[in-house]
């Protein structure tokens, strides 16, 4: 299945998302997403962009859930097939991580639950950590295109 596609099933599923663990599942699920693209542009993508994708993927994988903790329910991104928009992936990549922040401060804040506090918080640095890897590869498809622009490759 296509990322984009993956990546909207994943914000709609965070915001249908009610109980405090299903929401750190849901986080998981997004970093599982952002593991799975950031390999599969690691692998396909421009040359240029590949040490940033191989960051994103080792990002994801920090995020997935801690040992014993991880969902008992396959990550979507196990369906992750193509990436045919790399933009359009990133861009959506980058809003889920950022959903996933706030609906995870929203849980640390509202928890009395110390094991839950501090897996919110171990989340929420694992989407700001895959969030800035997706920033950076973003930006270097900004550069790439501006030199191809130019005449500049």
């Known amino acids: 299945m ?3 596609r993956l990546i909207a099933a ?5 915001a249908q998302s009610g109980a405090a663990w299903d929401i750190v599942g849901e986080a998981w699920q997004a970093q599982a997403l952002a593991q799975g693209v ?7 993508g421009p040359p240029e962009m ?24 396959p990550p979507r991104a196990a369906q992750l097939t193509q990436v045919s928009d790399v ?14 922040g706030i609906a995870l401060v929203g849980v640390a804040c ?13 989340s929420i640095d694992a989407a700001d950590e895959s969030s800035d890897r997706v920033r950076a590869i973003l930006r270097r498809m900004a550069v790439r ?6 005449g500049v490759a």
Do not use: F, K, M
């Open 38 to 44: 950031g390999g599969y542009l690691a692998v396909t």
């Open 110 to 122: 509202g928890t009395d639950d110390e094991t839950l506090y501090w897996q919110c918080i171990e």
């Open 2 to 4: 296509d990322a984009v």
């Open 87 to 100: 933009r359009q992936a990133l861009l959506g990549l980058q809003a889920l991580l950022g959903e996933v």
């Open 10 to 14: 994943g914000r709609h599923a965070l």
């Open 145 to 150: 295109e501006r030199g191809s622009a130019s």
């Open 50 to 73: 590949r040490a940033e994708a191989r960051g994103l993927g080792e990002a994801g994988s920090r995020g997935c859930g801690g040992e014993g903790s991880a969902p008992d329910y």
